[in-house]
């Protein structure tokens, strides 16, 4: 883990990038913002979560860095004690966190709510989509109040150029650099099933599939829509048995 600090009382937020190993555009994006930038007019700090994974360009060493939280200090493993490591690191601060994805070009956001300060920092980040998600899966949005922004497609080059706005849109908003924004209005959508398998996807992302329609096949057999949902996050070769999931729009 690697913490860059700017301004000199107690950071306010915390940008945090390559908690997967295998997304480095979060860590580029950082080092961009920081090379870019000299004057930060309120305390934040930058994160590169998961060197070792990043070095081995592995999604994590032991176990998903981002199904370990609250993590022990004290764990044998290596994911365990960097999530309590995390933890203690962001303390109270607000959270950024950039990640990257197969199933989608563009920035949008995760969130545990549609309630401020999460919806305040959805709409700092610029993405036109948030996903609410319920439960407790161990991630770090279970136990800091932050936000996940996916910014684009894995290993790509435009994923770190959207993960740069995003970053900078968000520290402008908050009054952290002096530059133009534009807060976003995005469409909202709430997760209410995981899609288990593996999959050809057919539908796209974000837009509605019908009743009736077929979203994703294999050699065997096809899926089809017991009802209209939208897909969210789901992709042919996102994860490794699983296609992703169903969401309904928040009118």
């Not at 908690?19 to 309120?42: N, Q, S, T, W």
């Amino acid at each position: 883990m690697k913490v860059y600090q700017r301004g000199e009382k107690e950071p306010e937020f915390t940008v945090v990038g390559s908690i997967h190993g295998d997304e480095p555009a979060g860590k580029k994006a950082i080092e961009r913002v920081l090379e870019k930038y000299d004057d930060f007019e309120r305390p934040v700090q930058f994160i590169i979560a998961n060197e070792e994974a990043l070095e081995k360009e592995k999604r994590f060493m032991e176990v998903d860095l981002n199904r370990s939280f609250p993590g022990f200090e004290e764990s044998e493993i290596g994911e365990e004690r960097l999530a309590a490591q995390l933890l203690e690191e962001i303390g109270d601060s607000k959270v950024l966190d950039l990640h990257t994805t197969r199933s989608f070009d563009r920035p949008f956001a995760n969130t545990k709510s549609f309630e401020d300060p999460e919806m305040e920092m959805i709409e700092a980040s610029g993405a036109e989509y948030a996903v609410k998600f319920e439960g407790n899966n161990g991630t770090f949005t279970d136990y800091a109040t932050g936000i996940v922004v996916e910014a684009g497609h894995q290993g790509t080059e435009k994923a770190v150029e959207n993960a740069v706005s995003v970053i900078e849109n968000f520290l402008a908003y908050f009054g952290i650099i002096d530059i133009e924004f534009e807060a976003s209005d995005p469409e909202k959508f709430i997760q209410v099933e995981e899609v288990e398998g593996d999959w050809e996807f057919l539908a796209k992302n974000f837009q509605k599939v019908e009743k009736g329609e077929v979203y994703a096949r294999n050699e065997e057999e096809e899926l089809i829509a017991e009802e209209a949902f939208y897909p969210v996050l789901m992709s042919t070769n996102g994860y490794e048995g699983v296609l992703g999931h169903k969401a309904r729009k928040v009118e």
